[in-house]
């Protein structure tokens, strides 16, 4: 056998947050099995447990077979991970090592939890230095949860990563961008250039259409905790070479708006106006001008480091768009997604990798889903609780204050 330094690198597609059928609000088929079949229908090779310090979840995945800090079940590997909310409802993700470090930590929690035994998203009386540091000693890795979303996330309740983690800060590695922000929106920031972008789904559903919507590319030599811990910290060659997400602007708190009549308004309107509408609502304030808020810069300004950014929407969404038709469970959506799915193996080699212009299926598919890899798609922003809306357009679409999208091609 040839030494395993000689092993060529490989690319992992991986989702690292989503919730099992233990967590709030969650489908009662988040179980390993569907979870396994689905991410191989997605094209995910590397998928996060989640809710890994529940004790009935974490029972569930022991019985799995075990290999470097992953679990197997058919092609798909699972990785421990757990989201807590801390003392100041800021959630923080955790990437853990093996099962004897997640058992460490719900020992360590449990006398601070009320909901851990319930809960597969435990809240827990610690802030976000003690559960940094409670990680860090675990061998864990820990970064902010969709940090931007204006409730329980860090950039809610904190101006900064030193604000949140103390001490600590220096020993966070990730951050996730969230559904509502991308790395244009994070690169104005510079306390982030030091650090890697997850793009994860948070899914509480597993089938193609939620699981992995946000996945991240990382190219490492096997599928490890320790591969994947030196991807995140980009050391030794291995580190991300892609983030996919859908468009922030799709967000149904992108822009700040009112949370009565949907009325959008500008940062300094909205301050002007003392966060309170015409109408008499109240105005909430958008993902995008939260980072407005905290940017040191008026545009994005992208670490070498820093790999390109696609926005996509799940398969059955571009199809339906494409053919104008609402819902995504009409027969002719799915025989077109079986067609695709069939003849390229995933949604992933679908949507990102595969040379689709021979695929026989309508030439409107075919475009719709090439605008979208060309950064060719228009969005109507989302705000004050209701969503955004994708379009299909011609031109590429500049948006405001952000530099256009940087496609693939552009690398
Ligand atoms: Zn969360
Ligand atoms: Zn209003």
């Known amino acids: ?22 967590s709030m609000a969650t489908s009662p088929k988040m179980d390993l099995p569907t979870l396994a079949e689905e991410s191989r229908k997605k094209g995910i090779q590397l998928v996060a447990t989640g809710d890994c310090l529940h004790p009935a979840w974490l029972a569930e995945i022991k019985k799995l077979k075990e290999e470097n800090g992953v679990f197997k079940l058919n092609d798909t590997r699972f990785i421990l991970t757990t989201e807590v909310e ?34 597969g998203r435990p809240n827990v009386r610690f802030d976000g230095v003690e559960i940094a540091q409670a990680a860090h000693d675990a061998g864990a890795l820990i970064g902010p949860a969709h940090a931007f979303t204006p409730w329980t996330a860090m950039y809610a309740y904190h101006n900064s990563l030193k604000d949140c983690y103390g001490d600590m800060a220096d020993k966070i590695y990730f951050l996730e961008l969230g559904l509502s922000a991308d790395t244009s929106y994070a690169d104005r920031i510079s306390e982030l250039h030091c650090l890697t972008f997850l793009t994860n789904s948070d899914a509480h559903s597993p089938y193609v259409n939620k699981l992995a919507r ?17 991807a995140i910290i980009r050391e030794k060659g291995r580190k991300p070479v892609l983030n996919v997400g859908i468009p922030p602007e799709e ?9 009565r009549c949907y ?19 109240t105005i909430k304030k958008g993902v995008k001008d939260r980072v407005n808020e905290l940017a040191a810069y008026n545009k994005p300004k992208h670490p070498a480091h820093r790999p390109p950014y696609l926005h996509l929407i799940p398969l059955s969404e571009i ?16 025989g077109i997604w079986n067609a695709l799915v069939g003849r390229y193996g995933s ?8 040379d689709i212009k021979n695929s026989g299926v309508d030439e409107r598919v075919i475009n719709a889903i090439i605008a979208f890899r060309e950064g060719k798609v228009k969005v109507h922003p989302g705000g004050g609780g209701q ?4 379009e299909l357009s011609a031109q590429p679409v500049n948006k405001n204050n952000c530099e256009p999208q940087k496609s693939l091609f552009d690398f």
């Open 251 to 259: 967000g149904k708190y992108n822009e700040s708006a009112c949370i």
């Open 387 to 390: 969503y955004g809306r994708v």
């Open 347 to 354: 949604e992933v080699a679908v949507l990102v990798d595969a």
């Open 319 to 334: 199809i339906a768009m494409a053919l104008g038709v609402t819902g995504t469970n009409t027969k002719g959506v799915q």
């Open 1 to 22: 056998m040839p030494s395993s330094r000689l092993a060529p690198i490989m690319q992992v597609n991986a989702d690292l947050h989503i919730h099992s059928k233990y």
């Open 86 to 119: 801390d003392i100041n409802q800021v959630h923080h993700l955790l990437i853990i090592p093996s099962v004897s470090k997640a058992q460490e930590l719900y020992e360590f929690m449990k006398p601070r939890s009320k909901d851990i035994d319930s809960n």
């Open 263 to 281: 009325r959008h308004y500008t940062l300094r309107e909205s301050v002007i106006k003392s966060w309170t509408c015409s109408c008499g609502g």
């Open 214 to 230: 946000e996945f991240t590319r990382f190219e490492m030599e096997d599928i490890s905790f320790d591969e994947l811990k030196m």
